[in-house]
């Protein structure tokens, strides 16, 4: 009977992980849909900038008269030569999200020992617990900042414009030549894909779009001209751009939180049915063997 006891206790023990995972799911199913509307949402005014810029490209494009420099900020003047690499990491403070943080690190440590092998100069910002845990074990030297992953409280656009303010800063100041930020991109709450993409010198031809005025060849009169326009323009594109890449983590990381809770909700349930089966076979044995001895003692007298 120890044995029946000791099933009880592993049985309650697993039913209660089950009630822990199972709210964790549904706390993680509501953070993914909250960040896919910020998702959905983000992308009209992302796609009114860049729209902007790409019918002011177009314009300067079909006026030979207009000579306009298409590099009007230093976001995107590419240094000759790149020898300074920043490389910022976004992770979680937090686990139980399956592979996510394993596989941000992973590629990190891999874009980290490439541009090492290069003779490259690499600094590293981490922007959560996890990645900084995984790259301090390797590279603890190239760190030169950790801060909370900015998922904890949900995305903000000040934060955003914080980290852009700061890694343009370092740009300007000739601090670094290029920045990379290694990120997951949302597909789905069940796939996404670990990058690392550069974000300073900053690529225009990354936010051109297609709009549908410039396929139907519309020409748009800008003032107070192109050169200030873009002046503006390009800064709002990049701040965008990063809050993008934030905003596409934190999908991610409730996604990936959410899918390995509900497969841990699973496999909870299936122990315990595999348990209360070998609990009730166990204890339909006891009673079989007390009846049999029972029935013998009987006959014995």
Excluded at 4 to 24: F, P, V
């Amino acid at each position: 009977m120890a044995g029946l006891k000791e099933l009880r206790g592993r049985i309650a023990a697993i039913k209660s992980t089950e009630k822990i995972t199972s709210a964790m799911k549904m706390v993680a199913a509501s953070r993914l849909r909250r960040a896919q509307d910020i998702l959905s949402k983000s992308k009209t005014y992302r796609n009114s900038v860049y729209d902007t810029i790409s019918r002011i490209n177009y314009a300067i494009n079909i006026k030979s008269d207009e000579h306009v420099e298409l590099q009007p900020t230093f976001l995107n003047q590419p240094k000759v030569n790149p020898q300074k690499y920043l490389l910022i990491v976004m992770s979680s403070d937090k686990g139980l999200c399956g592979s996510y943080n394993s596989s941000i690190g992973r590629t990190a440590v891999a874009r980290i020992e490439e541009l090492l092998s290069l003779g490259k100069d690499v600094k590293v910002i981490t922007l959560g617990r996890k990645g900084f845990n995984i790259l301090r074990r390797r590279h603890l030297d190239l760190i030169i900042k950790n801060e909370e992953s900015v998922v904890n409280k949900g995305v903000e656009y000040s934060e955003a414009t914080s980290l852009a303010e700061e890694i343009a800063l370092m740009y300007k100041n000739n601090e670094i030549d290029v920045c990379e930020i290694v990120y997951s991109r949302f597909k789905s709450a069940l796939s996404r894909e670990i990058k690392s993409e550069q974000v300073l010198p900053f690529d225009l031809n990354k936010i051109y779009t297609d709009a549908t005025d410039i396929r139907d060849n519309s020409i748009y009169s800008f003032e107070p001209g192109y050169d200030i326009l873009l002046q503006t323009l390009v800064p709002m594109a990049f701040k965008e751009f990063i809050f993008d890449m934030m905003i596409n983590s934190q999908a991610s990381e409730q996604g990936a939180r959410m899918a390995s809770m509900d497969n841990a909700t699973r496999n909870a349930g299936e122990m315990i049915s595999k348990l209360t089966l070998r609990y009730n076979r166990m204890r339909q044995g006891a009673i079989t063997t007390e009846l049999t001895e029972i029935i013998s003692g009987a006959e014995a007298i």
